[in-house]
């Protein structure tokens, strides 16, 4: 029942906050790139090396305001620079998986991505290269991933039996898990995980067997618990990844009307 009540809690928090933020809208500041690719796989997320396989490695990192902690990791945003002569104006779709401590430019992303806003015409991507930092308009979008299903990782710092260590990965649409509950299969006593640092959650009250969990999912005013009955089997193991038998699509539902003529279409 604690557990219970704390996800209450934390939901109450997050939608009386959402109601002030609107995701869906455009925003307008300036964005530079990584030009070094070791960067990319040291992200605050803590996705490590499989940062650079999310999306082509169309990544970024982003100001305090978008990754929130670490709830913002995961998220998508479709970003288009405003040089007329050398990007196109679909831009790009990007994930953020880092931190933007930069008060310059709102995004970092992967020079991939930064390419990738150009015109297909040659030289295009190099001449925007050359530019440094760039105007942009940018706003959120739901992640993409078909039909695949959420995905547990189990970190590599998991020690059985007292310790676990997961994030996760495929979580798709335009929504944040804000809370994660956990328990044995089959048993209605549920505990629950805190997040650890960037995408990762954690618990040091590990149940035995197999292991289930709820997750907390909000978008806006909006929101729900998804239930995954049997994800972690007994024997699980640190470094893998498990299949969470759920996908999250939703799109954010927010209360945001005077931004609504300004989204990108």
């Known amino acids: 029942m604690g557990s219970f009540l704390n996800l209450i809690v934390v939901i109450v928090f997050v939608f009386s906050s959402s109601v002030n933020a609107c995701d869906r809208c455009l925003h307008s500041s300036k964005a530079s790139y990584f030009s070094s690719a070791s960067a990319l796989s040291s992200g605050a997320c803590a996705y490590g090396s499989m940062a650079t396989s999310f999306f082509a490695g169309h990544i970024a990192a982003a100001t305090p305001s978008i990754y929130k902690d670490g709830v913002g990791c995961g ?22 998986t880092d931190l933007n401590k930069n008060n310059q430019t709102d995004l970092v992303l992967s020079s991939r991505a930064f390419r990738a806003m150009a015109k297909p015409i040659t030289g295009a991507d190099r001449a925007l290269l050359k530019q440094g930092i760039i105007d942009i308009d940018y706003q959120r979008v739901p992640c993409d991933y078909g039909n695949k299903n959420m995905n547990v990782r189990v ?44 995408a990762v959650w954690s618990t040091d009250k590990v149940p035995t067997g197999a292991l289930q969990f709820r997750f907390i999912v909000t978008g806006g005013y909006d929101g729900k618990m998804i239930w995954s009955q049997s994800v972690l089997p007994a024997n699980w193991v640190a470094g893998k990844t498990y299949d969470a038998g759920v996908q999250i699509t939703d799109i954010a539902q927010e209360g945001c009307d005077p931004c609504d003529a300004h989204i990108w279409k």
């Open 75 to 96: 998220a998508c945003f479709q970003v288009r620079c405003k040089n007329q002569k050398l990007c196109s104006s679909k831009g790009t779709i990007v994930m953020v």
């Open 155 to 198: 970190e590599e710092a998991s020690k059985k039996p007292n310790y676990l260590e997961i994030k996760l990965l495929n979580q798709g649409g335009q929504t944040e898990v804000v809370a994660i509950d956990i328990a044995q299969v089959g048993s209605s006593r549920w505990g629950y995980m805190t997040r650890s640092h960037g």
